[in-house]
């Protein structure tokens, strides 16, 4: 099984940046859940909400293409970057860093 390392970086200043391993061809999301790191997913991982929105600091090349729904869903959430992607959404097919937006304004997971 291939792996790629996922650095992740938070704006809350009291988490500290964290690397894991994502098998290829899973989303930030997932990989992300499976190491114990929380983000956000009200929807479930579904493309519905925009909670699960962090920013791509290095390696958006590494990452599969934003879908239209994607594309209209990531419209809808706060502070839109160039680098902004849905974590449930990307599939990671190499290395990247990943900022994760201050998540304490969300209510539930
Ligand atoms: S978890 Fe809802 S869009 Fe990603």
Do not use: W
Request: charged fraction near 30%; aromatic fraction near 4%; charge should be negative.
């Amino acid at each position: 099984m291939k792996t790629h390392e996922i650095e992740f970086i938070f704006q809350e200043s009291d988490k500290k940046p964290v690397t894991i391993k994502a098998v290829e061809g899973e989303s930030i999301l997932e990989a992300a859940l499976d190491a114990g790191i929380h983000i956000q997913h009200n929807c479930g991982g579904v493309c519905a909400c925009t909670t699960c929105h962090v920013y791509i600091e290095e390696g958006m090349e590494n990452l599969s293409e934003m879908s239209e729904k994607e594309q209209d869903r990531i419209d809808l959430a706060d502070n839109v970057k160039l680098e902004s992607r849905l974590a449930c959404q990307c599939e990671v097919y190499g290395r990247v860093k990943v900022l994760v937006p201050d998540q304490s304004v969300y209510l539930g997971h």
